[in-house]
């Protein structure tokens, strides 16, 4: 064997001995870790952590093994071997650059390897640590088999038993027990099983229950807190049960008549989530009512949805189309099936509706709905998402109505002179060259005067007045509105003719003032607009819009005034914008009404009569609390047990638990702290925690009425002297 191969197994031996050193130091804590698993949660969780616990120690050990490299034994070959003559390195150089001596020295020591006992290098096991180790390891495994668990005897009893010094059983004891849950197929949930008997999961999850008791009873069965029983079959020495839950319970376990007592006696508490329905949101579009957009030819649809367990496959799109009007209206409704995007519980649906295809016409409401199912089973839950609607909005020139008295048309026919501003601005801005730079001055500042009247006309609809000095009210001549500014040019008539048609007219005042009446003044110098609820009623959203429409005007106006049609023209195309969509609006009403309040007879004031006025000897009455069964409970659980009136009526509290269930957060902790105190009545940490339970649920007193002061001295004189006076 040459020199390289025995070195390479000697390093190789180092490293066995220092990994399996290591391995020996972490094993005892592998098995307390798995001791101690299968002490509080079963075999199945107690082989998991040792296979855990057994990697970590392996990987530990790995990295120690791996310090042993050709340094470490570069030196122990030193130290154990005097013929290396501290020369050893030279076994690990490279032979192309040493000098003839070290080459010299190199050969040397190989054949002194090759020729010489192999020494063993290997490090000393580590006793010391090994002992530490496994004495620790052992006190803990003893400290975890002396703890108890939930279902154990105590301490003394179970020693007794250890020694066979134990005396005739007194109770049933529960030895063994195991609680077997598997979920709902269609929650894809694993299937587990624990010794502890209280569980949380989910809704219509089976429960197999395995108990095992000492001494054996005769009968065993599973008492909920709903009057429900569930009786347990016997096999062996197991007793087994299995019941499926659909709502969250308390349960105890009650042995026969003639069976030990049982210990512990206690309530266990089942916790099931519920199966939420899927939740179900629309992404487009962003509103529930949309208007049709010129040359729109599709109405694009997205939906997300999502379910805690899983969504079905498809969705379905109910298409209703509601074409006609006033009683002659039709409905034609299709369904279409969607296919989701994305993972099991979580999904986006998305579609294009094809307008002409649907046949949507002029007035025709377009409205989809979608729906979804979860995968529960057997019966899928369902949502449904908001209605939206697209609306391809009629002819508003053709609407009428018979409440000509209470409702009106939206902005009628006028609105069209704002494209006819824009016309001409465009038509001035392109013979610009063409033109004198006086008379285009003149013609732009002419628009800039239509384009003035006509939003002082759409003011009036916002409570603004006209500007300049006071004018009566407007009328329905056309030359009035024209000119109702005192300007005149050659587009005014224009739109005087678009605005003859203005039903917003003020009668003039027709009786004269008088001096000190307030309604005389306000007919003669004021007008109704100059208060907001006096004006048209608009919504919030269309009033936002003619505001908007306004300022546009302005900007327009103030441009055209200046002679730069050009800078106008923006402006003026946001105004028609503005002012077409005021046009979508179907109906503004009229003012609302306020309250009218009885006239004050001036007569009566500073006179002294007290006729008809309320007596002061009149008391408050104090107000008679409805004393429920709350109330008082909660006050006997105050006083200490064993006191004159501190028995405590349960029965009553649960009557009105199981009318109020929705009233109280948590009912199953109002159920075990009133099983405890039945229980217990003399428990103190047992009235306490019932009437922190019911604090919250006390109706809150009445704000108490302050007592106002009486004026000291002088005040009480005073009130004396007005009883007096009150007196018969």
């Known amino acids: 064997m040459s020199a390289a191969q025995r070195l390479q197994r000697l390093l190789h031996a180092a490293r066995w001995r220092s990994a399996a050193d290591a391995l020996l130091i972490g094993a005892p804590w592998v098995l307390l870790a798995a ?35 050709t340094a470490w034994l570069v030196r122990r070959l030193n130290a154990h071997r005097a013929d290396m003559d501290d020369s050893a390195d030279l076994l690990f150089a490279d032979g192309a650059k040493l000098g003839a001596l070290q ?7 190989q054949r002194r390897i ?3 006992a192999t020494p063993d290098l290997r490090p000393a096991w580590s006793l010391r640590r090994l002992a530490w180790s496994g004495s620790l390891a052992v006190l803990a495994l003893l400290a975890i088999g002396l703890w108890p668990r939930p ?5 003394h009893e179970r020693l007794a038993d250890a020694v066979g010094l134990s005396p005739a059983p007194t109770q049933t004891r529960l030895s063994d027990a195991a609680l077997a849950i598997a979920p709902p197929a269609y929650t894809r949930l694993p299937a587990r099983e624990q010794d502890q008997l209280e569980a949380k999961t989910v809704q219509g999850a089976r429960l197999r229950w395995r108990l095992r008791f000492q001494p054996q009873p005769n009968s065993v069965e599973l008492v909920f807190h709903d009057g429900r029983r569930v009786p347990l079959t016997r096999a062996g020495e197991d007793w087994s049960a299995s ?29 099931l989530a519920p199966d939420r329905a899927p939740q179900l949101g629309v992404i487009e579009p962003d509103r529930g009512l949309s208007l049709l957009t010129p040359g729109q030819r599709v109405w694009p649809l997205a939906f997300d949805a999502s379910d805690d367990y899983g969504l079905a496959a498809n969705a379905i799109l109910r298409i209703t189309l509601a074409q006609g009007s006033g009683e002659n209206i039709t409905f034609r409704e299709q369904r279409i099936s969607l296919r989701g995007n994305g993972g099991a519980t979580a999904k986006r649906y998305a579609h294009r509706l094809d307008l002409a295809a649907l046949g949507f016409a002029v007035g025709d409401d377009l409205i989809v709905q979608l729906s979804v199912d979860d995968n529960r089973a057997p019966q899928p839950q369902t949502t449904r998402s908001p209605s939206l609607i697209l609306r391809w909005p009629a002819d508003l020139g053709q609407e009428a109505t018979g409440l000509e008295g209470l409702v009106k048309t939206t902005l009628p026919a006028y609105f069209r002179s704002q494209r006819q501003i824009i016309i001409d ?20 500042d002419g628009i800039g005067v239509d384009q003035r009247i006509l939003r002082l006309r759409y003011g009036q609809f916002l409570g603004e007045e006209s500007e300049g000095e006071p004018k009566p009210p407007p009328t329905n001549d056309a030359e009035d509105v024209a000119h109702a500014d005192g300007e005149h040019d050659d587009h005014a008539p224009a739109a005087a003719d678009a605005d003859a048609h203005d039903d917003h007219d003020h009668a003039p005042a027709q009786t004269p003032s008088r001096f000190g009446d307030a309604g005389s003044l306000l007919e003669e110098y004021g007008h109704t607009h100059d208060h907001a609820e006096a004006a048209t009623l608009l919504d919030p959203e269309t009033r936002k819009l003619l505001k908007a429409a306004l300022d546009e005007m302005w900007q327009s106006e103030l441009h055209l005034r200046q002679a730069h049609p050009e800078q106008a023209l923006p402006y003026a195309y946001r105004a028609l914008r503005y002012i077409k969509q005021v046009q979508q609006a179907s109906r503004i009403y009229l003012a609302r009404v306020g309250p009218e309040l009885p006239p004050i007879d001036e007569t009566r004031r500073m006179s002294g009569e007290r006729e008809g006025l309320a007596r002061r000897a009149d008391a408050l009455s104090a107000t008679v609390a409805t004393d429920t069964p709350l109330e008082a409970l909660w006050g006997a659980l105050e006083t200490a047990p064993g006191a004159q009136g501190a028995g405590i009526d349960t029965a009553a509290l649960e009557r009105w638990l199981s009318e109020h269930e929705s009233r109280v957060a948590d009912p199953l902790a109002f159920v075990a702290a009133i099983d405890a105190l039945r229980e217990r009545p003399d428990c103190v940490p047992c009235r306490a925690r019932l009437r922190g339970l019911l604090w919250p649920l006390l109706k809150r007193p009445p704000a108490a009425l302050p007592r ?4 000291g001295e002088e005040g009480r004189r005073y009130l004396d002297a007005l009883r007096r006076e009150s007196a018969p």
Request: hydrophobic share 50%.
């Open 35 to 69: 001791c101690l698993a299968w002490r509080w949660s079963g075999v199945g969780t107690a082989i998991a952590v040792a296979v855990l616990a057994a990697a970590i120690v392996a990987a530990i050990a790995w990295r120690v093994s791996l310090r042993l490299d």
């Open 103 to 109: 080459s010299l020295q190199r050969a040397r020591l």
């Open 114 to 116: 090759e020729d010489g």
């Open 151 to 155: 279902n154990d005897l105590p301490l």
């Open 243 to 271: 019941a499926v839950l659909e709502k969250s319970t308390l349960y105890r376990i009650v042995l026969d008549a003639k069976a030990l007592p049982l210990q512990p006696r206690r309530l266990y508490r089942v916790d």
């Open 425 to 444: 601005a465009e038509a001035l801005y392109a013979q610009r060259r063409k033109l004198a730079a006086a008379t285009y001055e003149q013609r732009s």
């Open 708 to 711: 106002r002061e009486d004026g």
